[in-house]
């Protein structure tokens, strides 16, 4: 199933409907924030580590798991999860987890 392309690269998640926390709203642009989000739906987990890269591998295939990815930020460090469901992706700081 073809999803698209962003950027020249293929998107292989669905991201749902897009929030942010309170605490990401007031640190990041909304240019930064979408650029975290396509890193999401084209695969790019960041810097999340090799085992939870590879969870998220194996999800993206079988869609029957969250997808969550680290990244680093010039604010620090932001996660951004992906409902099991796909139904909603959410981006936050560590602190608000």
């Keep these: 199933m073809n999803k698209g392309i962003i950027n020249g690269k ?3 998640l669905t991201l749902g409907h897009c929030v ?3 605490g990401v709203a007031g640190l ?3 240019a930064e924030v979408a650029g975290l989000l396509v890193a999401q739906a ?3 987990w960041g810097v ?3 085992e939870d890269a590879a969870l998220n591998d194996a999800a993206v ?3 029957k798991d ?3 990815s680290v990244h680093e930020t010039r604010a620090g460090r932001v996660f951004v999860i992906t409902e099991w469901d796909r139904s909603v992706t959410t981006v936050l700081l560590p ?3």
């Design 10 to 12: 293929k998107v292989v």
């Design 20 to 22: 942010m926390t309170a």
């Design 48 to 50: 999340t580590c090799a």
């Design 42 to 44: 084209t695969g790019d």
């Design 95 to 97: 602190s608000e987890y």
């Design 28 to 30: 990041l642009s909304r």
């Design 61 to 63: 295939i079988t869609g």
């Design 66 to 68: 969250r997808v969550v």
